[in-house]
């Protein structure tokens, strides 16, 4: 073929491929088929906080789809924790203030300090005559109203010093009983609430409660059943309270019954009378 023609078709060919390029020579044509069939590639995930691992692809757990309402605890809605809450609060002020439910009696005639009960001897529960000796008269008005009680306790509650002026006192008078197998001298109590906690403690180890009469001075008597009332209640024992005898008529403050109130239900609640010396006062 001669020289002319041979150029003269080359560039026919170059002019056809400038028109009309094959898909080969495009470096940036993609055939939508394969670009459809290649999955995508983990390591250029467009998070910022993702790790590139090699060869994993991260799959998406599906979680459990519930039909129906979900159930709600009560205590993470405040509604209801509000009423749980205020239930609690209404329990423990009936709780605070039970032992003030019950209104023991304080009399001086000794048929009257406990009507419809029976003797100790004929019911099996055990009656309690205590008297808080400070003053030698509570002994003397005790050891009066336990003559006129077949089968009662009597209690006489103080320290050593207390116990022997008693006893020296009613032996003088001729009073002090030949029988002592019912008489009981306990000694712990530096005060009123240390000397009927202590009896408290005693009486926990009797086999079942009974009545509990406490002796002692007007003046003395509001305070000393308050503090009854807070210690023995829920115990099951009848608590009252007798007159005695006495030339010490100066009254009290209130400001010791409150107190002495606050260290009852602390005593009440841990065991522990608000004392910090710890002595028993024997």
């Given at each position: 073929?001669?020289?002319?023609?041979?150029?003269?078709?080359?560039?026919?060919?170059?002019?056809?491929?400038?028109?009309?390029?094959?898909?080969?020579?495009?470096?940036?044509?993609?055939?939508?088929?394969?670009q459809a069939q290649q999955p995508p590639d983990p390591r250029h995930d467009p998070r910022?906080?993702?790790?590139?691992?090699?060869?994993?692809?991260?799959?998406?757990?599906?979680?459990?789809?519930?039909?129906?309402?979900?159930?709600?605890?009560?205590?993470?809605?405040?509604?209801?924790?509000?009423v749980l809450l205020g239930l609690a609060g209404i329990a423990g002020v009936a709780w605070?203030?039970?032992?003030?439910?019950?209104?023991?009696?304080?009399?001086?005639?000794?048929?009257?300090?406990?009507?419809?009960?029976?003797?100790?001897?004929?019911?099996?529960?055990?009656?309690?005559?205590?008297?808080?000796?400070?003053?030698?008269?509570?002994?003397?008005?005790?050891?009066?109203?336990?003559?006129?009680?077949?089968?009662?306790?009597?209690?006489?509650?103080?320290?050593?010093?207390?116990?022997?002026?008693?006893?020296?006192?009613?032996?003088?008078?001729?009073?002090?009983?030949?029988?002592?197998?019912?008489?009981?001298r306990l000694l712990p109590g530096c005060d009123t609430l240390g000397q009927i906690t202590?009896?408290?403690?005693?009486?926990?180890?009797?086999?079942?409660?009974?009545?509990?009469?406490?002796?002692?001075?007007?003046?003395?008597?509001?305070?000393?059943?308050?503090?009854?009332?807070?210690?023995?209640?829920?115990?099951?024992?009848?608590?009252?309270?007798?007159?005695?005898?006495?030339?010490?008529?100066?009254?009290?403050?209130?400001?010791?019954?409150?107190?002495?109130?606050?260290?009852?239900?602390?005593?009440?609640?841990?065991?522990?009378?608000?004392?910090?010396?710890?002595?028993?006062?024997?």
């Amino acid at each position: 073929m001669p020289r002319q023609d041979r150029l003269g078709q080359g560039e026919g060919t170059e002019r056809s491929e400038r028109e009309h390029p094959r898909a080969s020579d495009q470096p940036h044509a993609r055939r939508p088929a394969q670009q459809a069939q290649q999955p995508p590639d983990p390591r250029h995930d467009p998070r910022p906080d993702h790790t590139p691992e090699r060869g994993r692809v991260r799959v998406r757990r599906r979680l459990p789809v519930r039909l129906g309402p979900v159930p709600r605890r009560p205590w993470n809605d405040a509604r209801c924790r509000a009423v749980l809450l205020g239930l609690a609060g209404i329990a423990g002020v009936a709780w605070f203030f039970a032992p003030l439910l019950d209104s023991p009696r304080s009399g001086r005639d000794p048929a009257a300090v406990a009507p419809g009960s029976t003797q100790p001897g004929t019911s099996g529960s055990p009656w309690v005559i205590t008297a808080l000796i400070d003053d030698p008269w509570r002994s003397h008005s005790a050891l009066m109203l336990w003559r006129q009680r077949p089968g009662a306790i009597l209690v006489f509650q103080g320290n050593g010093e207390y116990q022997a002026i008693t006893r020296r006192n009613l032996e003088d008078r001729g009073l002090w009983p030949e029988d002592t197998s019912r008489l009981l001298r306990l000694l712990p109590g530096c005060d009123t609430l240390g000397q009927i906690t202590a009896l408290a403690r005693r009486l926990e180890s009797w086999p079942r409660a009974g009545h509990l009469t406490i002796v002692t001075a007007e003046t003395h008597m509001a305070r000393t059943l308050a503090i009854a009332r807070i210690v023995y209640a829920g115990t099951g024992w009848q608590v009252d309270g007798y007159v005695s005898d006495t030339d010490d008529l100066r009254p009290e403050s209130p400001l010791r019954l409150w107190r002495d109130q606050v260290r009852s239900t602390l005593w009440r609640l841990t065991g522990w009378d608000g004392r910090l010396d710890g002595n028993d006062c024997r």
